[in-house]
C-alpha cells in the first residue's frame, strides 16, 4: 500500500481467466487491503486476447496506455486496465459500495449496486463465499505484475 496525503492506495491485482463459464471465463481483482476477491469481471476469449495485446502496449516508465474504446463491444472487459487500486482513509472508502469482500472492515456493499451479481443478501452472501473459495484454492494474493492471464482456467464451474 502507498499513502498520498491522507489518502492511502490499496493495488489490485487482476486474475483473468480464473473460471471457465463456457462461452466466457470469469477473471477476479484482488484487493491488497481486504485480502480478498473485491471486483469481479467476465472475458471471453477475443476479450482476453485484447487485454493482452493491450497490455504490451503500455508505456513502461509512464505506466500509461492510450486507447479507442469504440472499438470495444464489451467495456466492462477493460475493468483490469482501469481498476487498478483503491483509494482510502480512515474516514471512507470510495468504492466501498461496489466491493465484493465482504469480509473487509471498510465494505460497505449495497445490494442495489450489486444487482448483476446477486438479487437478494443471501445470494451476495453465496457469491462472497464462492469468491473465497476461489481466493483459498489459488492462494491469490498481490503481486508487483497487476494483472496476470491464466492461459487456460485452473477452475471449471461445475452446476449443482
Given amino acids: 500500500m502507498r499513502k498520498m496525503g491522507l489518502n492511502q492506495h490499496a493495488s489490485i491485482t ?43 502496449k503500455i508505456n513502461p516508465s509512464t505506466k500509461t496506455l492510450i486507447i479507442d474504446a469504440d472499438h470495444f463491444t464489451n467495456l466492462e472487459a477493460l475493468a483490469p486496465l482501469i481498476i487498478t487500486d483503491v483509494v482510502f482513509n480512515e474516514h471512507k472508502y470510495k468504492d466501498a459500495h461496489w466491493c465484493l469482500n465482504l469480509k473487509c472492515p471498510l465494505n460497505k456493499a449495497e445490494l442495489k449496486y450489486l444487482t448483476k451479481y446477486a438479487k437478494s443478501p443471501e445470494e451476495l452472501e453465496k457469491l462472497h463465499n464462492n469468491l473465497e473459495k476461489i481466493t483459498n484454492a489459488l ?17 471449471l464451474l461445475r452446476m449443482e
Avoid: M, Q
Avoid at 471486483?39 to 482476453?48: A, G, M, P, R, S
Avoid at 492462494?139 to 477452475?155: A, D, G, R, S, V
Fill in 14 to 56: 487482476w486474475y483473468c481467466n480464473v473460471v471457465d463459464l463456457g462461452d466466457s471465463s470469469l477473471s477476479v481483482g484482488y484487493c491488497e487491503r481486504g485480502h480478498g476477491i473485491a471486483f469481479i469481471t467476465l472475458h471471453t476469449k477475443k476479450d482476453l486476447e485484447v487485454l493482452e495485446s493491450l497490455i504490451k
Fill in 139 to 155: 492462494n491469490l494474493e498481490n503481486k508487483e505484475e497487476l494483472i496476470i492471464i491464466f492461459p487456460e482456467p485452473p477452475i
